[in-house]
């Protein structure tokens, strides 16, 4: 037969402190994913302008790698470590194809990938076609997200279909023509991060437009 001592009265006055959850992380990634983005996408605008001269387009890969890629990369592991799964996906998806773009010229210009010269075209239209259809299917699929971000991915939507007819056919008219969607599409980027720091400090919201998708 066995018996259990009773409990002493220090052991029950006593319990171990009850330890609180770690605090979730907030924040707001487009802080930074915004302006990763206008890096990489004023220097494309002014590549198409004519600008910076085709010569000396390697300018463009510390613009698009270092800044906008990585940048971007970082934005969205931070959306999706506070749980905006939707976020996280667009900066990767923008950053992966920064990356991609900065290691498509860096091949270019140092022969890398021993394309023929009479292929570049076809290589550059091959990327651009990928691209092009994953713009479009991610503007599509964000339909229901506020009328500015619409905006934003159908003018990228539409200015790598430019550069795609540009590429193809060695028109420099539509260059410049894409250098106004790369431009506005800027622009719209520029008011989305406003918005996003005036209410980071405090201020008023400005108008994003209504979903086109409810």
Same mark, same amino acid.
């Given at each position: 037969?066995?018996?259990?001592s009773? *409990?002493?009265p220090?052991?029950?006055?006593t319990?171990s ?10 924040g707001?990634? *487009?802080? %930074?994913g915004l302006? &990763?983005?206008?890096v +990489? =996408?004023?220097? %494309?605008?002014?590549y ?6 085709a010569?000396a387009v +390697?300018?463009?890969v510390?613009?698009?790698?270092v800044?906008s890629g990585?940048g971007l990369?970082?934005a969205?592991?931070w ?5 905006q799964?939707?976020?996280?996906a ?5 950053a ?5 773009? &900065?290691y498509l010229v860096?091949? %270019?210009?140092? /022969?890398?990938?021993?394309?023929p010269?009479?292929?570049t075209?076809?290589?550059q239209a091959t990327?651009l076609?990928g691209?092009? &259809?994953v713009?479009?299917? %991610?503007?599509?699929?964000t339909?229901?997200?506020?009328l500015?971000?619409?905006a ?6 539409i200015?790598? *279909? ?7 056919t060695?028109?420099?008219g539509?260059?410049?023509?894409? =250098?106004i969607? *790369? ?7 520029i008011?989305?991060?406003v /918005? =996003?720091m ?7 919201a400005?108008?994003?437009g209504?979903?086109?998708?409810h």
């Amino acid at each position: 037969m066995t018996t259990e001592s009773p *409990a002493s009265p220090a052991s029950t006055a006593t319990t171990s402190p009850v330890e609180a959850p770690p605090a979730a992380p907030t924040g707001n990634p *487009a802080l %930074l994913g915004l302006p &990763a983005f206008l890096v +990489g =996408g004023i220097g %494309l605008t002014l590549y198409l302008f004519g600008y910076l001269p085709a010569a000396a387009v +390697g300018t463009l890969v510390p613009m698009t790698l270092v800044v906008s890629g990585l940048g971007l990369l970082v934005a969205g592991w931070w959306a999706i470590r506070i749980g905006q799964g939707a976020v996280g996906a667009i900066f990767t998806v923008f950053a992966t194809f920064w990356l991609s773009y &900065a290691y498509l010229v860096l091949s %270019l210009v140092n /022969d890398w990938l021993k394309i023929p010269a009479d292929d570049t075209a076809t290589a550059q239209a091959t990327f651009l076609i990928g691209w092009l &259809a994953v713009f479009a299917v %991610l503007t599509l699929a964000t339909l229901r997200l506020p009328l500015a971000f619409t905006a934003l991915f159908t003018l990228v939507t539409i200015t790598v *279909a430019l550069v795609l007819v540009a590429t193809l056919t060695g028109s420099t008219g539509l260059l410049t023509i894409a =250098g106004i969607g *790369a431009a506005l599409f800027c622009l719209v980027a520029i008011y989305i991060f406003v /918005d =996003g720091m005036t209410q980071e400090l405090g201020g008023p919201a400005r108008s994003m437009g209504n979903p086109l998708v409810h």
